[in-house]
Protein backbone atom coordinates (compact mmCIF):
# COMPACT_ATOMS: atom_id res chain seq x y z
CA UNK A 1 0.00 0.00 0.00
CA UNK A 2 1.50 3.50 -0.33
CA UNK A 3 0.35 6.79 1.00
CA UNK A 4 -2.00 7.56 -1.88
CA UNK A 5 -3.64 4.81 -1.33
CA UNK A 6 -3.67 4.79 3.07
CA UNK A 7 -5.29 8.34 2.88
CA UNK A 8 -8.25 7.23 1.42
CA UNK A 9 -9.52 4.78 3.96
CA UNK A 10 -11.26 5.55 7.54
CA UNK A 11 -10.39 3.16 10.47
CA UNK A 12 -13.11 0.84 9.29
CA UNK A 13 -11.62 0.72 5.62
CA UNK A 14 -8.10 -0.46 7.14
CA UNK A 15 -9.49 -2.86 9.45
CA UNK A 16 -11.48 -4.88 6.88
CA UNK A 17 -8.25 -4.90 5.11
CA UNK A 18 -6.50 -6.03 7.25
CA UNK A 19 -8.94 -9.15 8.28
CA UNK A 20 -8.77 -9.71 4.24
CA UNK A 21 -5.27 -9.82 4.88
CA UNK A 22 -5.10 -7.30 1.75
CA UNK A 23 -2.44 -5.65 3.97
CA UNK A 24 -0.48 -6.24 7.00
CA UNK A 25 -0.96 -4.08 10.65
CA UNK A 26 3.33 -3.91 9.84
CA UNK A 27 2.65 -2.07 7.08
CA UNK A 28 -0.12 -0.05 8.37
CA UNK A 29 2.16 1.33 11.01
CA UNK A 30 4.65 1.66 9.05
CA UNK A 31 2.75 4.10 6.49
CA UNK A 32 1.87 6.28 9.66
CA UNK A 33 5.25 6.60 10.75
CA UNK A 34 6.21 7.90 7.25
CA UNK A 35 3.22 9.84 7.32
CA UNK A 36 4.21 11.30 10.44
CA UNK A 37 7.37 12.07 9.71
CA UNK A 38 6.38 13.68 6.50
CA UNK A 39 3.83 16.45 8.48
CA UNK A 40 4.43 16.69 11.97
CA UNK A 41 7.83 18.59 11.55
CA UNK A 42 5.20 21.47 10.47
CA UNK A 43 2.42 20.64 12.35
CA UNK A 44 4.22 19.79 15.51
CA UNK A 45 1.19 17.09 16.94
CA UNK A 46 3.09 14.06 17.77
CA UNK A 47 5.15 14.10 20.60
CA UNK A 48 6.63 11.01 21.08
CA UNK A 49 6.46 7.80 18.76
CA UNK A 50 6.40 4.50 20.45
CA UNK A 51 9.08 2.09 19.40
CA UNK A 52 7.66 -1.12 18.98
CA UNK A 53 9.00 -5.02 17.46
CA UNK A 54 6.97 -4.27 14.77
CA UNK A 55 7.04 -7.84 13.44
CA UNK A 56 4.72 -9.23 16.49
CA UNK A 57 2.10 -6.68 15.37
CA UNK A 58 0.22 -8.83 12.91
CA UNK A 59 0.74 -11.74 15.12
CA UNK A 60 -1.05 -9.91 18.27
CA UNK A 61 -3.34 -8.60 15.92
CA UNK A 62 -7.42 -10.52 16.98
CA UNK A 63 -8.49 -10.10 13.72
CA UNK A 64 -12.22 -10.33 14.74
CA UNK A 65 -11.03 -7.26 16.48
CA UNK A 66 -13.51 -3.91 14.76
CA UNK A 67 -10.21 -2.14 14.47
CA UNK A 68 -7.51 -5.16 13.97
CA UNK A 69 -4.38 -3.33 13.18
CA UNK A 70 -5.38 0.47 12.89
CA UNK A 71 -2.68 3.10 13.92
CA UNK A 72 -3.53 5.00 16.35
CA UNK A 73 -2.53 7.86 18.45
CA UNK A 74 -2.94 8.79 22.38
CA UNK A 75 -3.70 12.09 23.64
CA UNK A 76 -0.97 12.76 26.51
CA UNK A 77 -3.50 13.42 29.35
CA UNK A 78 -5.98 11.50 31.93
CA UNK A 79 -5.72 8.04 29.62
CA UNK A 80 -2.61 6.83 29.65
CA UNK A 81 -0.40 3.50 28.99
CA UNK A 82 1.80 1.58 31.27
CA UNK A 83 5.69 2.50 31.24
CA UNK A 84 4.79 5.31 28.94
CA UNK A 85 4.89 8.82 29.53
CA UNK A 86 2.31 11.07 30.56
CA UNK A 87 3.54 14.39 30.57
CA UNK A 88 -0.22 16.59 30.47
CA UNK A 89 2.22 18.68 28.38
CA UNK A 90 3.27 20.53 31.78
CA UNK A 91 7.16 20.94 32.49
CA UNK A 92 6.31 19.64 35.71
CA UNK A 93 5.47 16.23 34.66
CA UNK A 94 8.03 16.31 32.12
CA UNK A 95 9.36 12.25 31.87
CA UNK A 96 6.83 11.05 34.18
CA UNK A 97 5.95 7.23 33.48
CA UNK A 98 2.55 5.89 33.74
CA UNK A 99 2.60 2.84 36.35
CA UNK A 100 -0.80 1.12 34.57
CA UNK A 101 -2.80 0.94 31.96
CA UNK A 102 -6.27 3.02 32.61
CA UNK A 103 -9.38 1.11 31.69
CA UNK A 104 -10.50 2.75 28.26
CA UNK A 105 -6.64 1.97 26.84
CA UNK A 106 -7.12 -1.45 27.69
CA UNK A 107 -10.60 -1.01 25.27
CA UNK A 108 -8.63 0.53 22.88
CA UNK A 109 -6.41 -2.01 22.74
CA UNK A 110 -9.00 -4.87 22.98
CA UNK A 111 -10.56 -3.19 19.69
CA UNK A 112 -7.91 -3.85 17.80
CA UNK A 113 -6.41 -0.40 17.62
CA UNK A 114 -2.35 -0.08 17.75
CA UNK A 115 -1.03 2.65 19.60
CA UNK A 116 2.24 4.39 17.86
CA UNK A 117 2.45 7.51 19.83
CA UNK A 118 1.64 10.44 22.27
CA UNK A 119 -0.15 13.52 20.54
CA UNK A 120 -0.09 16.95 21.74
CA UNK A 121 -2.05 18.95 24.81
CA UNK A 122 -1.62 22.33 26.23
CA UNK A 123 -0.66 22.18 30.17
CA UNK A 124 -3.36 20.24 32.28
CA UNK A 125 -5.54 20.82 29.13
CA UNK A 126 -7.19 23.70 30.07
CA UNK A 127 -7.06 26.01 26.69
CA UNK A 128 -9.47 25.87 23.69
CA UNK A 129 -6.05 25.85 21.84
CA UNK A 130 -2.97 23.62 21.73
CA UNK A 131 0.15 25.43 22.59
CA UNK A 132 2.43 24.36 25.92
CA UNK A 133 6.08 26.54 27.13
CA UNK A 134 6.63 22.43 26.84
CA UNK A 135 6.83 21.15 23.64
CA UNK A 136 5.12 24.39 21.51
CA UNK A 137 2.31 25.26 19.62
CA UNK A 138 0.53 22.47 17.69
CA UNK A 139 -0.39 23.85 14.14
CA UNK A 140 -3.95 23.76 12.13
CA UNK A 141 -3.35 21.54 8.96
CA UNK A 142 -6.01 23.60 7.04
CA UNK A 143 -3.84 26.84 7.98
CA UNK A 144 -0.39 26.45 9.75
CA UNK A 145 -0.37 30.21 11.44
CA UNK A 146 -4.14 29.51 13.21
CA UNK A 147 -4.30 27.18 16.07
CA UNK A 148 -5.90 23.76 15.91
CA UNK A 149 -8.05 24.08 18.51
CA UNK A 150 -7.73 22.74 22.20
CA UNK A 151 -7.31 20.91 24.29
CA UNK A 152 -7.03 17.79 21.76
CA UNK A 153 -5.47 19.88 19.09
CA UNK A 154 -2.31 17.28 18.67
CA UNK A 155 -4.87 14.44 17.79
CA UNK A 156 -7.07 16.70 15.61
CA UNK A 157 -3.95 17.92 13.57
CA UNK A 158 -2.70 14.11 12.94
CA UNK A 159 -6.48 13.05 12.11
CA UNK A 160 -7.08 15.74 9.53
CA UNK A 161 -4.03 15.90 8.19
CA UNK A 162 -4.33 11.98 7.36
CA UNK A 163 -1.60 10.63 9.67
CA UNK A 164 -3.78 8.70 11.37
CA UNK A 165 -7.70 7.23 10.67
CA UNK A 166 -9.20 8.41 14.25
CA UNK A 167 -6.67 9.53 17.49
CA UNK A 168 -7.90 9.47 21.22
CA UNK A 169 -9.30 13.12 22.70
CA UNK A 170 -10.91 14.19 25.68
CA UNK A 171 -13.29 16.67 26.81
CA UNK A 172 -13.50 18.53 29.92
CA UNK A 173 -15.30 22.07 28.36
CA UNK A 174 -15.47 21.17 24.66
CA UNK A 175 -11.66 19.97 24.37
CA UNK A 176 -12.92 17.28 21.74
CA UNK A 177 -15.57 19.53 20.25
CA UNK A 178 -13.92 22.73 19.62
CA UNK A 179 -10.98 21.02 17.76
CA UNK A 180 -12.71 18.78 15.46
CA UNK A 181 -14.35 22.56 14.60
CA UNK A 182 -10.97 23.89 14.02
CA UNK A 183 -9.58 21.45 12.07
CA UNK A 184 -12.88 19.86 9.96
CA UNK A 185 -13.66 16.82 11.78
CA UNK A 186 -16.27 14.94 13.71
CA UNK A 187 -15.96 14.88 17.34
CA UNK A 188 -18.57 13.59 19.86
CA UNK A 189 -18.53 14.03 23.47
CA UNK A 190 -20.89 11.08 24.86
CA UNK A 191 -23.14 11.00 28.18
CA UNK A 192 -21.13 11.16 31.24
CA UNK A 193 -20.33 7.41 32.33
CA UNK A 194 -20.73 6.61 29.02
CA UNK A 195 -17.13 5.74 28.49
CA UNK A 196 -14.84 5.05 31.17
CA UNK A 197 -12.38 7.14 32.82
CA UNK A 198 -10.79 4.84 35.61
CA UNK A 199 -9.05 3.42 37.66
CA UNK A 200 -7.21 6.59 38.97
CA UNK A 201 -10.80 8.59 39.17
CA UNK A 202 -14.58 7.18 39.08
CA UNK A 203 -15.76 10.45 37.50
CA UNK A 204 -13.04 13.34 35.39
CA UNK A 205 -12.84 16.56 36.65
CA UNK A 206 -15.60 15.94 39.03
CA UNK A 207 -17.91 14.80 36.09
CA UNK A 208 -17.52 17.22 33.58
CA UNK A 209 -14.85 15.26 31.53
CA UNK A 210 -15.28 12.97 28.99
CA UNK A 211 -12.98 10.53 27.17
CA UNK A 212 -13.94 9.20 23.20
CA UNK A 213 -11.96 9.90 20.44
CA UNK A 214 -11.93 12.70 16.85
CA UNK A 215 -12.62 10.94 13.73
CA UNK A 216 -12.72 12.18 10.12
CA UNK A 217 -16.57 9.70 9.35
CA UNK A 218 -19.32 9.37 11.38
CA UNK A 219 -18.96 5.39 11.10
CA UNK A 220 -15.56 5.62 13.01
CA UNK A 221 -17.28 7.46 15.65
CA UNK A 222 -20.36 5.24 16.12
CA UNK A 223 -18.09 2.18 16.36
CA UNK A 224 -15.29 3.25 18.12
CA UNK A 225 -17.82 4.49 21.04
CA UNK A 226 -19.53 0.90 20.56
CA UNK A 227 -16.48 -1.36 21.41
CA UNK A 228 -15.51 1.13 24.22
CA UNK A 229 -19.03 1.92 26.08
CA UNK A 230 -20.31 0.76 28.88
CA UNK A 231 -18.63 0.65 32.38
CA UNK A 232 -15.63 -1.28 34.05
CA UNK A 233 -14.96 -2.83 37.44
CA UNK A 234 -15.51 -0.41 40.48
CA UNK A 235 -16.76 1.98 38.16
CA UNK A 236 -19.44 4.71 40.83
CA UNK A 237 -22.30 4.11 38.35
CA UNK A 238 -23.09 2.97 34.77
CA UNK A 239 -26.00 4.57 32.44
CA UNK A 240 -28.48 2.96 30.29
CA UNK A 241 -26.63 0.91 27.48
CA UNK A 242 -27.61 1.47 23.86
CA UNK A 243 -30.69 -0.94 22.60
CA UNK A 244 -29.09 -1.14 19.42
CA UNK A 245 -25.68 -0.64 17.67
CA UNK A 246 -24.21 2.63 16.84
CA UNK A 247 -23.20 1.77 13.97
CA UNK A 248 -26.61 0.21 12.78
CA UNK A 249 -28.22 3.55 13.84
CA UNK A 250 -26.33 5.39 11.21
CA UNK A 251 -28.33 3.70 8.77
CA UNK A 252 -31.86 3.81 10.30
CA UNK A 253 -34.03 6.67 9.04
CA UNK A 254 -34.51 9.56 11.09
CA UNK A 255 -38.02 10.24 12.48
CA UNK A 256 -39.38 13.44 12.25
CA UNK A 257 -37.38 15.58 15.24
CA UNK A 258 -38.18 18.71 17.53
CA UNK A 259 -35.16 21.11 16.88
CA UNK A 260 -34.15 23.82 18.75
CA UNK A 261 -31.02 26.29 17.16
CA UNK A 262 -29.47 29.28 18.64
CA UNK A 263 -26.54 31.34 17.90
CA UNK A 264 -26.51 33.36 20.49
CA UNK A 265 -23.82 32.97 23.58
CA UNK A 266 -25.44 32.69 26.93
CA UNK A 267 -22.50 34.64 28.11
CA UNK A 268 -23.29 37.24 25.59
CA UNK A 269 -19.64 37.28 23.61
CA UNK A 270 -19.42 38.13 20.01
CA UNK A 271 -19.91 35.14 17.40
CA UNK A 272 -18.58 35.73 14.48
CA UNK A 273 -21.64 36.39 11.95
CA UNK A 274 -20.09 33.80 9.15
CA UNK A 275 -20.43 31.35 11.84
CA UNK A 276 -23.97 32.21 13.32
CA UNK A 277 -25.40 32.49 9.41
CA UNK A 278 -23.50 28.63 8.96
CA UNK A 279 -25.85 27.82 12.08
CA UNK A 280 -28.58 29.01 10.74
CA UNK A 281 -28.23 26.67 7.52
CA UNK A 282 -27.50 23.56 9.16
CA UNK A 283 -30.94 24.16 10.85
CA UNK A 284 -32.46 25.19 7.71
CA UNK A 285 -30.97 22.00 6.67
CA UNK A 286 -32.84 19.70 9.45
CA UNK A 287 -35.79 21.44 8.47
CA UNK A 288 -35.59 20.49 4.59
CA UNK A 289 -35.11 17.04 5.71
CA UNK A 290 -38.54 16.92 7.62
CA UNK A 291 -37.74 17.86 11.17
CA UNK A 292 -39.93 20.87 13.11
CA UNK A 293 -36.81 23.20 13.69
CA UNK A 294 -37.58 26.75 15.64
CA UNK A 295 -35.12 29.30 17.37
CA UNK A 296 -34.90 28.12 21.10
CA UNK A 297 -32.40 28.14 23.20
CA UNK A 298 -32.26 26.52 27.09
CA UNK A 299 -32.45 28.96 29.93
CA UNK A 300 -30.21 28.88 32.91
CA UNK A 301 -28.56 31.13 35.20
CA UNK A 302 -25.13 31.77 33.13
CA UNK A 303 -23.11 33.47 36.22
CA UNK A 304 -23.77 30.70 38.68
CA UNK A 305 -22.80 28.21 35.62
CA UNK A 306 -19.22 29.80 34.98
CA UNK A 307 -18.38 30.08 38.76
CA UNK A 308 -19.08 26.18 39.15
CA UNK A 309 -17.02 25.51 36.14
CA UNK A 310 -14.04 27.75 37.92
CA UNK A 311 -14.37 26.14 41.13
CA UNK A 312 -14.19 22.64 39.25
CA UNK A 313 -11.67 22.89 37.17
CA UNK A 314 -9.40 25.18 39.59
CA UNK A 315 -9.87 22.61 42.08
CA UNK A 316 -8.97 19.85 40.17
CA UNK A 317 -6.19 21.40 38.82
CA UNK A 318 -4.74 22.25 42.06
CA UNK A 319 -5.34 18.59 43.56
CA UNK A 320 -2.75 17.56 40.49
CA UNK A 321 -0.20 19.52 40.97
CA UNK A 322 -0.25 19.17 44.29
CA UNK A 323 0.12 15.60 43.61
CA UNK A 324 2.61 15.76 41.05
CA UNK A 325 4.99 17.85 42.87
CA UNK A 326 4.61 15.63 45.92
CA UNK A 327 5.83 12.75 43.69
CA UNK A 328 8.24 14.37 42.08
CA UNK A 329 10.11 16.71 44.78
CA UNK A 330 9.49 20.01 42.92
CA UNK A 331 8.16 22.77 44.13
CA UNK A 332 4.86 24.56 41.71
CA UNK A 333 6.49 28.05 40.64
CA UNK A 334 6.35 29.69 38.17
CA UNK A 335 9.48 28.15 36.67
CA UNK A 336 7.97 25.12 35.80
CA UNK A 337 4.07 26.20 35.33
CA UNK A 338 2.76 28.66 32.78
CA UNK A 339 1.79 31.52 34.50
CA UNK A 340 -2.57 30.87 34.15
CA UNK A 341 -2.21 27.84 35.40
CA UNK A 342 -0.60 28.46 38.68
CA UNK A 343 -3.06 30.92 39.23
CA UNK A 344 -5.77 28.41 38.80
CA UNK A 345 -3.62 25.93 40.99
CA UNK A 346 -3.48 28.96 43.35
CA UNK A 347 -7.21 30.00 43.49
CA UNK A 348 -7.68 26.04 43.75
CA UNK A 349 -5.55 26.06 47.11
CA UNK A 350 -7.57 28.95 48.55
CA UNK A 351 -11.22 26.92 47.79
CA UNK A 352 -13.15 25.44 50.45
CA UNK A 353 -15.34 22.43 51.05
CA UNK A 354 -18.23 24.85 51.14
CA UNK A 355 -17.36 25.88 47.87
CA UNK A 356 -17.50 22.83 46.49
CA UNK A 357 -20.79 21.95 47.46
CA UNK A 358 -21.77 25.11 46.26
CA UNK A 359 -20.64 24.02 42.80
CA UNK A 360 -22.46 20.97 42.78
CA UNK A 361 -25.46 22.68 43.81
CA UNK A 362 -25.33 24.53 40.87
CA UNK A 363 -24.40 21.22 38.60
CA UNK A 364 -27.53 20.21 39.84
CA UNK A 365 -29.83 23.28 39.46
CA UNK A 366 -28.13 23.79 35.47
CA UNK A 367 -28.84 20.32 34.56
CA UNK A 368 -32.07 20.57 35.94
CA UNK A 369 -33.04 23.93 33.85
CA UNK A 370 -31.42 22.67 30.64
CA UNK A 371 -33.17 19.19 31.03
CA UNK A 372 -36.45 21.08 31.01
CA UNK A 373 -35.54 22.34 27.58
CA UNK A 374 -34.93 18.83 25.91
CA UNK A 375 -38.45 18.02 27.37
CA UNK A 376 -39.61 19.71 24.76
CA UNK A 377 -37.05 19.55 21.91
CA UNK A 378 -35.12 16.55 21.05
CA UNK A 379 -32.15 18.46 19.47
CA UNK A 380 -30.37 21.42 19.77
CA UNK A 381 -28.20 23.01 17.57
CA UNK A 382 -25.66 25.75 18.30
CA UNK A 383 -21.99 26.72 17.18
CA UNK A 384 -19.56 25.09 17.99
CA UNK A 385 -17.15 28.03 18.20
CA UNK A 386 -18.11 31.73 18.74
CA UNK A 387 -15.13 32.35 16.23
CA UNK A 388 -12.94 31.25 13.04
CA UNK A 389 -9.52 29.71 14.55
CA UNK A 390 -7.57 32.45 15.63
CA UNK A 391 -3.66 32.73 14.98
CA UNK A 392 -1.40 31.21 17.05
CA UNK A 393 -0.73 33.02 20.17
CA UNK A 394 -3.78 34.60 20.88
CA UNK A 395 -4.83 32.23 23.68
CA UNK A 396 -1.13 32.71 25.87
CA UNK A 397 -1.79 30.42 28.84
CA UNK A 398 1.48 32.18 29.79
CA UNK A 399 0.42 35.67 30.12
CA UNK A 400 0.67 37.10 33.55
CA UNK A 401 -1.93 39.40 33.47
CA UNK A 402 -4.77 36.85 33.77
CA UNK A 403 -5.98 35.13 36.89
CA UNK A 404 -8.36 32.25 37.18
CA UNK A 405 -11.24 34.30 36.31
CA UNK A 406 -9.92 36.25 33.46
CA UNK A 407 -8.18 33.26 31.80
CA UNK A 408 -11.12 31.09 31.87
CA UNK A 409 -13.54 33.94 30.69
CA UNK A 410 -10.49 34.04 27.53
CA UNK A 411 -10.49 31.12 26.44
CA UNK A 412 -14.38 30.17 27.13
CA UNK A 413 -14.87 33.54 24.85
CA UNK A 414 -13.78 31.33 21.43
CA UNK A 415 -15.78 28.11 22.55
CA UNK A 416 -18.82 29.42 24.94
CA UNK A 417 -21.26 26.89 24.14
CA UNK A 418 -19.50 23.82 24.41
CA UNK A 419 -19.06 23.65 28.33
CA UNK A 420 -22.68 23.51 29.35
CA UNK A 421 -22.98 20.47 28.43
CA UNK A 422 -20.11 18.69 30.41
CA UNK A 423 -22.02 19.92 33.03
CA UNK A 424 -25.33 18.59 32.33
CA UNK A 425 -23.56 15.46 31.29
CA UNK A 426 -25.27 15.35 28.07
CA UNK A 427 -23.98 14.16 24.30
CA UNK A 428 -22.81 16.69 21.98
CA UNK A 429 -20.95 16.71 18.18
CA UNK A 430 -19.59 18.46 16.63
CA UNK A 431 -19.74 18.51 12.26
CA UNK A 432 -18.10 19.54 10.13
CA UNK A 433 -20.86 20.56 8.04
CA UNK A 434 -19.60 24.04 6.56
CA UNK A 435 -16.58 26.26 5.43
CA UNK A 436 -15.63 29.55 5.68
CA UNK A 437 -15.28 32.53 3.04
CA UNK A 438 -11.07 31.71 4.08
CA UNK A 439 -10.77 28.24 3.51
CA UNK A 440 -11.11 27.64 7.38
CA UNK A 441 -13.63 24.70 8.68
CA UNK A 442 -16.78 25.66 10.75
CA UNK A 443 -17.93 23.00 13.18
CA UNK A 444 -21.76 22.99 13.92
CA UNK A 445 -22.73 21.41 17.50
CA UNK A 446 -25.62 19.21 17.44
CA UNK A 447 -27.09 18.49 21.44
CA UNK A 448 -29.39 14.88 22.66
CA UNK A 449 -31.03 14.61 25.58
CA UNK A 450 -29.10 12.57 28.56
CA UNK A 451 -27.74 9.46 26.89
CA UNK A 452 -29.03 9.80 23.52
CA UNK A 453 -26.34 9.04 21.19
CA UNK A 454 -28.50 7.03 18.90
CA UNK A 455 -30.77 10.01 18.50
CA UNK A 456 -27.48 11.93 17.41
CA UNK A 457 -26.00 9.22 15.22
CA UNK A 458 -29.50 9.04 13.22
CA UNK A 459 -29.62 12.71 12.55
CA UNK A 460 -26.08 12.92 11.75
CA UNK A 461 -25.87 10.45 9.21
CA UNK A 462 -28.91 12.42 7.51
CA UNK A 463 -26.90 15.39 7.67
CA UNK A 464 -23.67 13.64 6.30
CA UNK A 465 -25.52 12.36 3.58
CA UNK A 466 -26.99 15.84 2.71
CA UNK A 467 -23.62 18.04 3.23
CA UNK A 468 -20.67 15.57 2.92
CA UNK A 469 -17.40 16.44 3.86
CA UNK A 470 -15.39 13.18 2.95
CA UNK A 471 -13.98 15.23 0.01
CA UNK A 472 -12.59 18.42 1.37
CA UNK A 473 -8.93 18.25 2.73
CA UNK A 474 -6.85 20.30 4.61
CA UNK A 475 -3.75 21.95 2.58
CA UNK A 476 -0.49 20.19 4.68
CA UNK A 477 -2.48 17.07 4.47
CA UNK A 478 -1.39 13.37 2.92
CA UNK A 479 -3.84 14.93 0.16
CA UNK A 480 -1.33 17.33 -0.74
CA UNK A 481 0.81 15.54 -3.59
CA UNK A 482 4.21 17.29 -1.94
CA UNK A 483 4.01 15.34 1.08
CA UNK A 484 3.45 12.11 -0.97
CA UNK A 485 6.60 10.31 -1.65
CA UNK A 486 5.25 7.09 -3.64
Known sequence: MKLSEYRNYDALGLASLVRKQEVQAIELAELAFKAIGELNPELNGVLEIFEYPLDNLDSGCVNDAPFAGVPFLIKDLILHQQGRKNEMGSRLCKDMIAPHDTDLATKFKEAGLVTLGRTATPEMGFCTTTESLLNGPTRNPWNTDMMPGGSSGGSAAMVASGVVPVAHANDGGGSIRIPAACCGL???????????????????????????????????????????????????????????????????????????????????????????????????????????????????????????????????????????????????????????????????????????????????????????????YDILITPTTALLPQKIGTYNANDPTLGAHGWTDHIFSFAPFTALFNMTGQPAISLPLSMSATGLPIGTQFIGGAGREDVLFRLSSQLEQAAPWVARHPETSLWNEKYIRN
Open 186 to 376: VGLKPSRGRTPIGPDAGEGLNGLGIEHVVTRSLRDCAAILEATEGPMSGDPYAIIRPEKSYLSELDQKCAPLKIGFTSKAWSGVHVDAEIAEKTKRAALLCADLGHHVEEASPLFDYDNFQEATITFWCANIAAWVSQIAEMTGQNPTGDILEATTLACYEYGLGLKATDMVNAFAIMNMTSRQTAGFFEK
